[in-house]
Nanobody, 121 residues
């Protein structure tokens, strides 16, 4: 059974930084590509960033480029989303997902429960 768990959400002021972490267990972590998505109130879930098994490929959404950095540590079974220059429009529930099939996780892959980020203006 694969389990994905996010942590690190919270309340931050605009312009601040925050680090989200995610672990995946139940299978060899390096066999997964890992993704971050987010869903703001009243909006569809949207892609934020992904990272392949060894960190060599890291696509970002346009909204994340230059502000967010995704990284992974396979020895610690952890993927991190470092977010800087946060804006109120970054407020959302952030989801981590693991896929052993695709670089960017799909609905049938393994998803966490989400962690809330609120950015105050």
């Amino acid at each position: 059974q694969v389990q994905v768990v996010e942590s690190g959400g919270g309340l931050v002021q605009a312009g601040g930084s925050l680090r989200l972490s995610c672990t995946a267990s139940g299978r060899t972590f390096s066999s997964f590509a890992m993704s971050w998505f987010r869903q703001a109130p009243g909006k569809e879930r949207e892609f934020v960033a992904a990272i392949n098994w060894n960190g060599g490929i890291k696509p970002y959404a346009d909204s994340a480029k230059g502000r967010f950095t995704i990284s992974r540590d396979n020895a610690k079974n952890t993927v991190v989303l470092q977010m800087t220059s946060l804006k109120p429009e970054d407020t959302a529930v952030y989801y981590c997902a693991a896929s052993d099939r695709m670089l960017v996780a799909g609905p049938n892959d393994y998803w966490g429960q989400g962690t809330q980020l609120t950015v105050s203006s």
